[in-house]
């Protein structure tokens, strides 16, 4: 994904230019990237619904992609459009290339157009996720034998990885 990027990847597009002061900059408060199996149930849910109580436009997979746009096409423009970006990182939220894929996008839109990140480590170590260790490990030594997988493409994701779990977040172990 980050190969195919360019300079204007992250920029609003034009539609959601301003035009006048009371437009916002952004389709979107808050882009959700989560691991479906392991948080949509329960966490991400919760997470959603409160968001959404409070007035914040969150955009969810599930509920925002829409009808005949390609799925991956239309999550990265999600992220593009929006001005916030939870990443909860679970247990096998790193077994998942969309999630991977998801996760290298946020962090180039976080650099090149300040997407303000905001990590929840749910039920994993930041360590672990930094340094893939235990379930993140295991996701890519199982990425690493993919013929369909790059070395250049797990670096990448390793890299994203190791720069998430240095920004300052949530840690939730218990519920």
């Not at 994993?124 to 996701?139: L, W």
């Not at 997988?149 to 720069?163: C, G, I, N, P, R």
Request: net charge neutral; glycine share 4%; with cysteine.
């Amino acid at each position: 994904m980050a190969s195919m990027s360019t300079q204007k990847a992250c920029t609003p597009s034009s539609s959601s230019l301003p035009s006048s002061s009371s437009t916002p900059l952004w389709k979107y408060d808050v882009f959700l990237s989560f691991y479906g199996l392991d948080t949509r149930k329960n966490f991400t849910d919760h997470l959603y619904a409160n968001l959404k109580q409070k007035g914040i436009n969150t955009y969810r997979d599930n509920e925002n992609l829409e009808e005949g746009e390609p799925i991956a096409s239309g999550l990265m423009k999600a992220i593009e459009e929006s001005h916030y970006a939870i990443i909860i990182l679970s247990k096998n939220y790193a077994s998942s290339k969309w999630c991977l894929n998801e996760l290298v996008k946020i962090l180039e839109c976080r650099k090149e157009k300040e997407l303000i990140v905001r990590p929840i480590f749910y039920h994993v170590s930041p360590s672990d996720v930094g340094n893939p260790r235990k379930t993140f490990g295991e996701a890519f030594v199982k990425h690493e034998e993919d013929p369909k997988v790059s070395t250049e493409q797990v670096q990448e994701w390793e890299t994203a990885l190791k720069e998430v779990s240095k920004i300052r977040g949530r840690h939730l172990l218990d519920r």
